[in-house]
Nanobody
């Protein structure tokens, strides 16, 4: 019943911007912690950002100051605005939700940043 659907990935040049979206269903969105993770080939999946039901955000050091996470309760959607993108940001980006005491994941969206 829980579904997370990411969109907005693509190919951009270094220094460019993208905005990722994650539409959630099957959860009480306003009370659920949401997050973004990313995974590059051969590397561990790593936390990018989280946002609480109250809107408090937290960012991983590599993206702090460049990425901004937000949520829209009316649309049950979270966003990740990515600015000043670097080639090292290239990865599959996954939407995450903590709801009903369990972890839920989207299928991912590819972000590729060229030099």
């Amino acid at each position: 019943q829980v579904q997370l659907v990411e969109s907005g990935g693509g190919l951009v040049q270094a220094g460019g911007s993208l905005r990722l979206s994650c539409a959630a269903s099957g959860i009480i969105f306003r009370s659920s912690t949401m997050g973004w993770y990313r995974q590059a080939p051969g590397k561990q999946r790593e936390l990018v950002a989280t946002i609480s039901g109250a809107g408090a955000t937290n960012y991983a050091d590599p993206v702090r100051g460049r990425f901004t996470m937000s949520r829209d309760s009316a649309k049950s959607t979270v966003y990740l605005q990515m600015d000043s993108l670097k080639p090292v940001d290239t990865a599959i980006y996954y939407c995450y939700a903590r709801a009903y005491g369990l972890d839920y994941w989207g299928q991912g969206t590819q972000v590729t940043v060229s030099s």
